[in-house]
T-cell receptor, first 113, second 111 residues
Framework: GENVEQHPSTLSVQEGDSAVIKCTYS??????FPWYKQELGKGPQLIID?????GEKKDQRIAVTLNKTAKHFSLHITETQPEDSAVYFC????????????FGAGTRLTVKP | DTAVSQTPKYLVTQMGNDKSIKCEQN?????MYWYKQDSKKFLKIMFS???????INETVPNRFSPKSPDKAHLNLHINSLELGDSAVYFC??????????FGDGTRLSIL
């Protein structure tokens, strides 16, 4: 089955700096890669996603890149703000039904004011 | 508000008891899921269900059973609770092939 690895497990940046979180996956059949943000006491919230027919996607300060050959994808947050502090999860799904979505172990991002 | 809502938010109970967690979504989605998040924040899918099929993660003990009275609800029943069942349980929903929307979780603590 799919195995998703995520690095780093913790990341601390100064406000205004960029943050990058990287994930690798094992199943070449994976074709859907969402990123979730989880704040304390809340459920994961989708912030951006990418499908395997696209190499990069951007939404304001957030961007995701996908390298299918190397089986890795990354989340980039620019101009970080304290409210970006949260746990971020990458995930990969080898089917359109998403019933076997596998999550990375999470990255705790802290943005210092 | 359109959302995935779970009840209760907190559940504290004794080992050996049977308990249920309820989940409702008003997003019109056709598929619902249950996830378990352990103390290290690791998220693992337990079940996915739509009106046609239930898919069970093979590592889930058969003490856990999802029950869906209708398309908008997927409840989780747990029999003979064990200490290792302590975790946060998340319900989610989606259209087939579309992003999943998560509830805010139920924190289950077994004494």
């Amino acid at each position: 089955g799919e195995n998703v690895e995520q690095h780093p497990s913790t990341l601390s940046v100064q406000e205004g700096d960029s943050a990058v979180i990287k994930c690798t996956y094992s199943d070449s059949a994976s074709n859907y890669f969402p990123w979730y943000k989880q704040e304390l006491g809340k459920g994961p919230q989708l912030i951006i996603d990418i499908r395997s027919n696209v190499g990069e996607k951007k939404d304001q300060r957030i961007a995701v890149t996908l390298n299918k050959t190397a089986k890795h994808f990354s989340l980039h947050i620019t101009e970080t703000q304290p409210e970006d502090s949260a746990v971020y999860f990458c995930a990969a799904s080898p089917s359109l039904r998403n019933n076997d979505m596998r999550f990375g172990a999470g990255t705790r991002l802290t943005v210092k004011p | 508000d359109t959302a995935v809502s779970q009840t209760p938010k907190y559940l504290v109970t004794q080992m050996g008891n049977d308990k249920s967690i309820k989940c409702e979504q008003n997003l019109g989605h056709d598929t619902m899921y249950w996830y378990k998040q352990d103390s290290k924040k690791f998220l693992k899918i337990m079940f996915s269900y739509n009106n046609k099929e239930l898919i069970i993660n093979e590592t889930v003990p058969n003490r856990f059973s999802p029950k869906s009275p209708d398309k908008a609800h997927l409840n989780l029943h747990i029999n003979s609770l064990e200490l290792g069942d302590s975790a946060v349980y998340f319900c989610a929903s989606s259209y087939v092939g579309q992003p999943q929307h998560f509830g805010d979780g139920t924190r289950l603590s077994i004494l």
